[in-house]
């Protein structure tokens, strides 16, 4: 619903001067990778892959013919772009009620226009996800508005599905056969539940919660309508088997990341581990890793080993702000002189550790940044026969990878407690 005297009631005050964040808007992962708007053409992205070598290579010996020519193997990617955007309304009377400090804690306009920050969180949640809009799996709900969710959902899952928030229920290929544009109005973090409104559903473990009119998985044409409709994940990126860009790693075995899994089986994590992933995808590759991500979970089992070997903690700066533990083995994690820095990011799927060169992704944009729909030289657009003024943010951009094997995942990690 759009925001009213009575929905920001709470922030109209008699003479306060701040109001206090109470959420988390950090978006980790995209602040490290190259952002790009020169790339775009239309509604997509391109760029070009090297994918194979010539075969006109070799010994002889003295007299024989030379090679026959042969040729690299290259590949154009056409990335199609994927559509974020955002809404707000306000009412006239919130507007000249709610207007400056003193009136209330925030301006009012400019409080419910932090919905970037909103839009941020989301995006980071895409970003680590599987490409397909899946937010959480449900489990068996019978014929009730209180949806159960999979036992195995992460802990933290409020973070994406909170009261107010839009959502579909159905499969990947049906993503709202069961539930559509249903209003979250109840969260149970301690049972796993959510209760949406409207009629009552049911749904098994084949059905998923998504962000409505978000869900989809892509049919790989390359074109702008190609079913999917958040931006592609991790989760699709560093696979060995997901077709990614339009290209089959199948056909193509230079285009497959290295995954270290242990067919479902949690363990513990290992130095090791680690040190192999990082030799193995610099020697794939020739580009070492300069960022280890994973959940707060595995992040803390990482810093123990670093105690256990009674190790100094060094910090690195990373883009954006952001701060990482530089994770040091002479010989290994120093290749081509590149520093490797862990981060614990709480968007990062559990249980998995990505080690992601950087310089692999690229952030293509139609514009840089967040926009807000001004061509008509207003950003605030009159409701119509409403005493109301609403607005629309939006960003045009899709997570690119060029390099595939240049990053790893380590997945089946038992976390700390």
């Not at 070799?58 to 040729?71: C, L, M, S, V």
């Not at 729909?373 to 997570?399: C, K, T």
């Amino acid at each position: 619903m759009a925001a009213d005297l009575t929905t920001l009631n709470a922030i109209l005050k008699d003479d306060y001067k701040s109001l206090t964040e109470n959420l988390n808007n950090k978006a980790f992962m995209l602040a490290q990778v190259k952002k790009s708007s020169g790339t775009i053409r239309g509604r997509r992205a391109t760029h070009s892959v090297h994918l194979g070598r010539s075969g006109a290579i070799g010994a002889t010996i003295e007299g024989a013919a030379t090679p026959t020519a042969d040729q690299q193997r290259y590949n154009t990617v056409q990335v199609p772009c994927r559509y974020q955007n955002g809404r707000i309304q306000l009412s006239v009377q919130v507007i000249k009620q709610a207007n400056g400090d003193v009136g209330s804690f925030i301006d009012a306009l400019e409080g419910e226009m932090n919905i970037t920050n909103d839009l941020m969180r989301d995006v980071n949640r895409q970003i680590y996800g599987t490409s397909n809009g899946v937010i959480v799996q449900c489990g068996i709900t019978t014929t009730s508005a209180t949806i159960v969710l999979a036992s195995a959902t992460r802990a933290d899952f409020a973070n994406y599905l909170y009261v107010g928030r839009k959502v579909d229920i159905g499969t990947v290929a049906s993503p709202f056969t069961i539930a559509q544009n249903r209003t979250i109005t109840a969260v149970s973090v301690a049972n796993k539940t959510i209760t949406i409104s409207g009629t009552t559903v049911s749904t098994t473990a084949a059905h998923f919660v998504f962000q409505t009119a978000a869900g989809g998985a892509s049919t790989n044409t390359g074109l702008p309508v190609d079913g999917q409709v958040e931006l592609t994940g991790l989760q699709t990126m560093v696979s060995t088997t997901a077709i990614l860009h339009t290209i089959d790693p199948a056909t193509n075995p230079t285009w497959q990341a290295n995954v270290y899994g242990n067919s479902g089986t949690l363990r513990p994590l290992g130095e090791t581990t680690i040190d192999r992933a990082l030799m193995d995808t610099t020697a794939a590759s020739g580009a070492t890793p300069d960022i280890l991500v994973s959940g707060a979970g595995v992040f803390v089992a990482g810093k123990s080993i670093l105690t256990g070997y009674q190790r100094n903690m060094d910090m690195l700066e990373l883009k954006g702000g952001f701060r990482g533990i530089k994770w040091s083995t002479p010989g290994i994690a120093e290749t081509a002189g590149r520093d490797v820095a862990w981060y614990g990011d709480f968007d990062c799927t559990p249980n998995f550790l990505y080690g992601v060169n950087s310089d692999s992704l690229v952030y293509h944009q139609v514009e840089e940044g967040w926009q807000w729909m001004d061509e008509d030289g207003a950003i605030l657009s009159r409701v119509p026969n409403s005493l109301a003024y609403e607005a629309v943010v939006y960003s045009f951009a899709e997570l690119a990878c060029k390099q595939r094997n240049a990053n790893f995942l380590i997945s089946d990690l038992i976390e700390a407690s």
